[in-house]
């Protein structure tokens, strides 16, 4: 089982629409959960981090956690095809510090 | 300008061939990582560090190798014995241990070529 996981999609949501990113965890001691953007070619962006179970809304972007699930997601409202990207879910597992990341989901918004 | 600097941006590696990549940082960050990406894939953690003078592998480390003899200075050198090292090399640095200090930043990048 990996660590991070990730549909890899392509997830294509029309301008407007609401994208739903999920992302599933393994370790359960897992403290920090973070969520990053990526245009090709370029290096990560940090978009969003939530380290308590429930929702955490930073404009147009709400991330949301359950460490039940092990489960972390992330909304995109009123997506634009700017945000068309790779969307990386990273989780620091309890008591190492170190960042391990997803195979990332393709989002792609069109007109 | 606060952030992280990775150099070169490009660079072409002979067979047989040791290379370094160099990753700076002037955020006062104690954790430094290094990540390999290859194309339509996630990051892999090749190696990562919390302190000066310390360092872990990560899970693909075999063909590496690093130092961290300053605070802000993170080199990765590519080894020969790194048998496929043409990929997307990604440096971050986070404030350091403890939940809320993970955050990563990351680099630019180097794009790392064997010819």
């Known amino acids: 089982q990996k660590e991070v996981e990730q549909n890899s999609g392509p997830l294509s949501v029309p301008e407007g629409a609401i994208a739903s990113l999920n992302c599933t965890y393994s370790d359960r001691g897992s403290q920090s959960f973070f969520w990053y953007r990526q245009y090709s070619g370029k290096s990560p962006e940090l978009i969003m981090s939530?380290?308590?179970?429930g929702d955490k809304e930073d404009g147009r972007f709400t991330a949301q956690l359950n460490k039940a699930s092990q489960y972390v997601s992330l909304l995109i409202r009123d997506s634009q095809p700017s945000d068309s990207a790779t969307y990386l879910c990273?989780?620091?597992?309890?008591?190492?510090?170190?960042?391990?990341f997803g195979a990332g989901t393709r989002l792609a918004v069109h007109p | 300008d606060g952030g992280i600097t990775q150099s070169p941006k490009y660079l072409f590696r002979k067979e047989g061939q040791n290379v370094t990549l160099s990753c700076e940082q002037n955020?006062?960050?104690?954790?430094m990582y290094w990540y390999r990406q290859d194309p339509g894939q996630g990051l892999r953690l090749i190696y990562y560090?919390?302190?000066?003078?310390?360092?872990q592998k990560g899970d693909i480390a075999e063909g590496y190798s690093v130092s961290r003899e300053k605070k802000e200075s993170f080199p990765l050198t590519v080894t020969s014995a790194q048998k496929n090292p043409t990929a997307f090399y990604l440096c971050?640095?986070?404030?350091?241990?403890?939940?809320?200090?993970?955050?990563?930043?990351f680099g630019q990048g180097t794009r790392l070529t064997v010819v």
């Open positions: 560090s919390q302190i000066v003078n310390d360092f």
């Open positions: 939530i380290y308590s179970n």
């Open positions: 990273a989780v620091s597992p309890g008591g190492y510090n170190k960042l391990i």
């Open positions: 971050a640095s986070s404030a350091g241990p403890g939940r809320d200090n993970t955050e990563a930043f």
């Open positions: 955020l006062n960050h104690d954790a």
